[in-house]
């Protein structure tokens, strides 16, 4: 919990920013980054119980005397799991942001979360590209896309001003090629607008690289292998949104 800002990133069904903004109720006064508080005794204790009855939680802040701040949460992303296979298990994740004074302790379940690490943009993006972490695209793209903020508080205004725009949710389409494969977003001039009924890979003989000199509109990731992504984007955002600037990899450091 914070006072007055809010816990780590969680994940939810997609609302719009004027819907979600709605049911959050007025805005605090408040409106600077928040702290964090600190955990109650029996961590271990109390998250177990949430876990047997939700309703432990509203025990929980009772017992600690506080309320979590949701209007701390900005709704940031959604994203939709391409197709890849008929049956094959798909999700819809919307991404929340929260922006905080320091780093706030992370105590790990071992079971959802094994471990937690606090990275700039430019650290994260290192590490994907030495082969350190993994990302799977959408977080890739959303790395780079905070690469666009030079400070903390430039982001926090950013996310001030953008809380009432609609928060657009995407489903990439994979078209695989020669050497790899490319997640087509919404924009790029193939992408699909009827994508949600697409059941079917789509699929090319050409390499990137050939496909890349044939077009123009690009909102696409390009990829390689596991850690060798290009993000191409030339299009405009949509709903006052930030897209990542290109970032194409050194092969020389590959």
């Known amino acids: 919990m914070t006072l007055p800002s809010a816990s780590a990133p969680s994940a939810r069904p997609s609302r719009g920013g004027r819907a979600a903004a709605?049911?959050?109720?007025?805005?605090?006064?408040?409106?600077e980054p928040g702290r964090v508080l600190e955990p109650p005794p029996?961590?271990?204790d109390w998250r177990a119980r949430v876990r047997r009855d939700p309703q432990h939680f509203l025990r929980l802040c009772a017992h600690l005397d506080c309320t979590p701040d949701i209007w701390a949460l900005?709704?940031?992303?959604?994203?939709?799991?391409?197709f890849s296979r008929k049956g094959g298990r798909r999700f819809e994740t919307t991404f929340f942001l929260c922006c905080l004074r320091e780093p706030p302790p992370v105590f790990p379940d071992l079971v959802e979360v094994v471990d937690c690490q606090w990275?700039?943009?430019?650290?994260?993006?290192e590490s994907f590209t030495s082969k350190e972490i993994w990302f799977a695209p959408p977080q890739f793209y959303e790395i780079?896309?905070?690469?666009?903020?030079?400070?903390?508080?430039?982001?926090?205004?950013?996310?001030?001003?953008?809380?009432?725009?609609?928060v657009?949710?995407?489903?990439?389409?994979?078209?695989?090629?020669?050497?790899?494969?490319m997640h087509l977003l919404p924009g790029d001039e193939m992408y699909l607008e009827d994508s949600n009924f697409l059941e079917n890979l789509m699929s090319t003989e050409k390499k990137n690289a050939e496909i890349m000199k044939e077009g123009k509109k690009f909102h696409?990731?390009?990829?390689?292998?596991?850690?060798?992504?290009?993000?191409?984007?030339?299009?405009?955002?949509?709903h006052k949104h930030v897209y990542p600037k290109n970032y194409v990899v050194s092969k020389s450091r590959l």
Not at 74 to 82: E, N, Q, Y
């Open 168 to 181: 657009e949710r995407w489903m990439p389409i994979t078209l695989v090629t020669a050497d790899g494969m």
């Open 144 to 166: 780079r896309r905070l690469e666009n903020f030079a400070s903390l508080s430039d982001l926090h205004k950013f996310c001030l001003d953008h809380e009432l725009e609609e």
């Open 74 to 82: 900005h709704d940031w992303s959604a994203w939709l799991t391409p």
């Open 42 to 44: 029996g961590l271990g």
């Open 119 to 125: 990275s700039s943009p430019s650290e994260a993006t």
């Open 220 to 238: 696409r990731v390009v990829i390689y292998s596991r850690h060798d992504y290009n993000i191409h984007v030339t299009v405009q955002s949509k």
């Open 22 to 31: 709605a049911a959050r109720g007025p805005l605090p006064a408040a409106r």
